[in-house]
C-alpha cells in the first residue's frame, strides 16, 4: 500500500467517525412517513495522558532533583520520577482550594 492509499484510507475512516449519525426521529409527523433526525456524533474524549513540559532554571532543577532523591529515600524507595511528582502536586493543587489560592497569589505577585 502505497503512501497515498494509507492516507485516503485514514481520511476515509475519520470522516466516518465524524459522520453525522442518522436516527429516526421519536415524533414522526405520521406513522406512514417517519421523519429523521442528524445527530452529529461526539468525538471520544482523550483517552491518553497529555504531555506538558515545564522549563526550569538550572538551579531549581538541580533542587527539585535534590528533593525528589531525599523524598524516595524517606519513601523507601529506590527511585521516584518527577512524573510522579507532578502529578502528585498537581492532583494536590486541583484538590485543595487553599493552596491554589496560595499559587495565585504567588502567580500574582511574580507578574508585579
Given at each position: 500500500?502505497?503512501?497515498?492509499?494509507?492516507?485516503?484510507?485514514?481520511?476515509?475512516?475519520?470522516?466516518?467517525?465524524?459522520?453525522?449519525?442518522?436516527?429516526?426521529?421519536?415524533?414522526?409527523?405520521?406513522?406512514?412517513?417517519?421523519?429523521?433526525?442528524?445527530?452529529?456524533?461526539?468525538?471520544?474524549?482523550?483517552?491518553?495522558?497529555?504531555?506538558?513540559?515545564?522549563?526550569?532554571?538550572?538551579?531549581?532543577?538541580?533542587?527539585?532533583?535534590a528533593w525528589i532523591n531525599d523524598a524516595a529515600v524517606t519513601l523507601g524507595r529506590a527511585r521516584l520520577s518527577k512524573q510522579e511528582v507532578m502529578t502528585a502536586l498537581v492532583r494536590r493543587l486541583l484538590a485543595d482550594?487553599?493552596?491554589?489560592?496560595?499559587?495565585?497569589?504567588?502567580?500574582?505577585?511574580?507578574?508585579?
Amino acid at each position: 500500500m502505497s503512501k497515498a492509499d494509507e492516507l485516503r484510507a485514514k481520511a476515509a475512516r475519520v470522516a466516518a467517525r465524524t459522520a453525522p449519525t442518522k436516527l429516526p426521529a421519536q415524533s414522526a409527523v405520521t406513522p406512514s412517513a417517519p421523519a429523521e433526525t442528524y445527530i452529529p456524533t461526539v468525538a471520544a474524549p482523550l483517552a491518553k495522558p497529555v504531555r506538558s513540559t515545564v522549563d526550569l532554571a538550572p538551579d531549581q532543577h538541580r533542587r527539585l532533583q535534590a528533593w525528589i532523591n531525599d523524598a524516595a529515600v524517606t519513601l523507601g524507595r529506590a527511585r521516584l520520577s518527577k512524573q510522579e511528582v507532578m502529578t502528585a502536586l498537581v492532583r494536590r493543587l486541583l484538590a485543595d482550594d487553599q493552596l491554589a489560592a496560595a499559587i495565585q497569589q504567588d502567580l500574582r505577585n511574580a507578574t508585579q
